[in-house]
Antibody
Framework: EVQLVESGGGLVQPGGSLRLSCVGSGFTFSKYWMDWVRQAPGKGLEWVANIKEDGSEKNYVDSVKGRFTISRDNAKNSLYLQMNSLRAEDTAVYYC???????????WGQGTRVTVSS | EIVLTQSPGTLSLSPGERATLSCRASQSVRRSYLAWYQQKPGQSPRLLIYGVSSRATGIPDRFSGSGSGTDFTLTISRLEPEDFAVYYCQQYSAAPDTFGQGTKVEIK
């Protein structure tokens, strides 16, 4: 069974930093693109970033470029999101996502909540 | 960036009725990399359809996806009580991946 378990969320002041982690199991982690997707309270889904299987390609939504960094450690089946210079508008539940492929559907974790507030 | 526009914003239907949800892309979605999700309050999104028309594991066959290019449809053939939720489409063919704004299917 595919499982994705996020951790690292919490309350942080504006301008602060937080590092989210996600551990995958039940699949070969190194063979999939991995994403972070967020959902602000009462809002829709927003894709944040993704990273290629070997970490050689990374993409970000414009609103987090220069502030967030996605990375992975395939030896540890782990995905990370380093979030710096946090703003109130970054408040959301952050989901770790294994992307769908042409032949297989993706999977989502349960999410970790990030609150940016003074 | 590919912008996805879902319609209608809200769909009011009764159990047993057919639901048709639309997702229109601002440019062609390559490789058929379009997915549909269902989300209920307090829950993570649940993958229903990937690759435009492939049902995810465990998804009932009353859910079906179709379309190509810029126009895509999610159809629920007969609504069950547990199907009333918010539905999102997503394209993952070109970065940045993007989601539609959602369609709420509510009980009439």
């Amino acid at each position: 069974e595919v499982q994705l378990v996020e951790s690292g969320g919490g309350l942080v002041q504006p301008g602060g930093s937080l590092r989210l982690s996600c551990v995958g199991s039940g699949f070969t982690f190194s063979k999939y693109w991995m994403d972070w997707v967020r959902q602000a309270p009462g809002k829709g889904l927003e894709w944040v970033a993704n990273i290629k299987e070997d970490g050689s390609e990374k993409n970000y939504v414009d609103s987090v470029k220069g502030r967030f960094t996605i990375s992975r450690d395939n030896a540890k089946n782990s995905l990370y999101l380093q979030m710096n210079s946090l703003r109130a508008e970054d408040t959301a539940v952050y989901y770790c996502v294994r992307e769908s492929t042409s032949s297989e559907g993706g999977s989502w974790g349960q999410g970790t909540r990030v609150t940016v507030s003074s | 960036e590919i912008v996805l526009t879902q319609s209608p914003g809200t769909l009011s239907l009764s159990p047993g009725e057919r639901a048709t949800l639309s997702c229109r892309a601002s440019q062609s979605v390559r490789r058929s990399y379009l997915a549909w999700y269902q989300q209920k309050p307090g829950q993570s999104p649940r993958l229903l359809i990937y690759g435009v028309s492939s049902r995810a594991t465990g998804i009932p066959d009353r859910f079906s996806g179709s379309g190509s290019g810029t126009d895509f449809t999610l159809t629920i053939s007969r609504l069950e009580p547990e199907d009333f939720a918010v539905y999102y489409c997503q394209q993952y063919s070109a970065a940045p991946d993007t989601f539609g704004q959602g369609t709420k299917v509510e009980i009439k």
